[in-house]
């Protein structure tokens, strides 16, 4: 099992901004992604960033050049530097840590809210 501490969330202006963590603890895989998902009302849940365990990067096209996904290893933590943030980038975060041994395991964690208002 792998458990998951999300923080960093909270109300900025347009303009604003965050920086999302989030922890990794337990039986942690040696071949992972993680990756941030959020989800605003009435929408679907969707991908915003992922890296892998030497450093790749995904982020979907609304966020490029805007957010940028790092991690420290040695504390098995992702980060998230929300940037120029937009109310449309309101929505609750949640991180995703996707183990690979004999198969995928996936973990989410609990979301925290980022609402981008003035």
């Known amino acids: 099992q792998v458990q998951l501490v999300e923080s960093g969330g909270g109300l900025v202006q347009p303009g604003g901004s965050l920086r999302l963590s989030c922890a990794a603890s337990?039986?942690?895989?040696?071949?992972?992604?993680m990756g941030w998902y959020r989800q605003a009302p009435g929408k679907q849940r969707e991908l915003v960033a992922t890296?892998?365990?030497?450093?790749?990067?995904n982020y979907a096209d609304s966020v490029k050049g805007r957010f940028t996904i790092s991690k420290d290893n040695a504390k098995n933590t992702v980060y998230l530097q929300m940037n120029s943030l937009k109310p449309e980038d309101t929505a609750v975060y949640y991180c995703?840590?996707?183990?690979?041994?004999?198969?995928?395991?996936?973990?989410w964690g609990q979301g925290t809210q980022v609402t981008v208002s003035s």
């Open positions: 995703l840590y996707s183990g690979y041994s004999i198969a995928k395991f996936d973990y």
């Open positions: 337990g039986s942690i895989f040696s071949l992972y992604v």
């Open positions: 890296i892998n365990k030497v450093g790749s990067t």
